[in-house]
């Protein structure tokens, strides 16, 4: 009787993942039937497919650039267009411009190790199966990539498609998370010229503070092969047991990824069901370094992004979540004071600020009033460059 009702609970949870998945597939075909997104596929030089969607208004305003955004750690492109409600994709296309969500290797519609595609099928996203199921037997080589490919590969591969595609020769970057360090390590060792201007939101690039010898954290960080084993469970298998639970499975780390006051409960279960991908061993290296020498430092070790961020010297914008464990103030103020750049500006998100609510990671983007509070003064930060 017990094994019966287990069935019968599983059964409905998975029923109702597929109804949240068929009002999922009607909302893209609503978007689709406008013409947007459009997906386009670019092809970094060492062979790997990166995935971009893009959001072209009707008509785009005179004077602007193509406008690239590109989403953290273990994220796809969904995080910038999860709803309606909550799409600063969708919002800045309805201002009149040209806008460029991608996806790096490893994420999204891009190539991406067989197993990560594998493990993707209990994310019970019906309507990309047959891509999945195409494109796995031509990704078995794809099993490993480092924080470097993102910044020396993907980033000029993104660049490059995107101004041939619109003919502009320079394009304004937002970087969330990771997709802000990437640009600042970019920044730091390739040409700036086709760079109008770049936001970074909540991304590290020094830490103050790190873990000490005695603590079980540290031994982790400073084994590779404990860390390589635990991502073959990935977040992934984490966010799939929030989903299949409805979110009645809750985990004391998704506090750090966001202020659960200022985030309803059922975006946060989209959240992780339809933005969370595996990642690669050799991107958690990087973070691990970070965290243990307190610089970011290219793969060989040889050059620290970190003590060259006076080379930066484009329009930043650096804005911090006052509740964000990664990218708080102290670190922000940090890159503000190192960086070259003659226009830079620091925005934090927090009551005290005279927004409603403390900010947090993700919930910058997804929060509850994200679309009232922090998109307009994105866009106002945009509109002046």
Known sequence: MRRITVFMTLAACIALLLCAEASAVENVAEILSKGNPKQYFATTKDGWTLALYRYKPENIKEGTDPVILCHGFNMN????DLDAEHSFARYLRDKGYDIWSVNLRGSGDSSKPFMADLRSFSKLQVVKWPRMIVTMPLDLDKFKWSFDD???KDIPAIINFVKKRTGKDKVVWFGHSMGGMIMYAYLTT??????RA????GSTMYVEERPGEESAFYEILKRRDLRNTALIVNMTIASQIMNLSLG????KWEKALYNVENMDRLEAIRMFRLCINDTSPGVVDAYANLLDTGELKSADGKFSYTKNLDRVKVPVLI???SMDPFGPMNISRYVLDHISSQDKEIVEFSKAAGYSADYGHCDVILGRRSREEVFPRLYEWLEKR
């Open 319 to 321: 804005t911090v979540a």
């Open 190 to 195: 390739h040409d700036q010229s086709d760079i």
């Open 248 to 251: 009645t499975i809750q985990f």
């Open 198 to 201: 770049f936001a970074a939101m």
């Open 77 to 80: 492109s969904n995080f910038w």
């Open 150 to 152: 993102h910044a020396n």
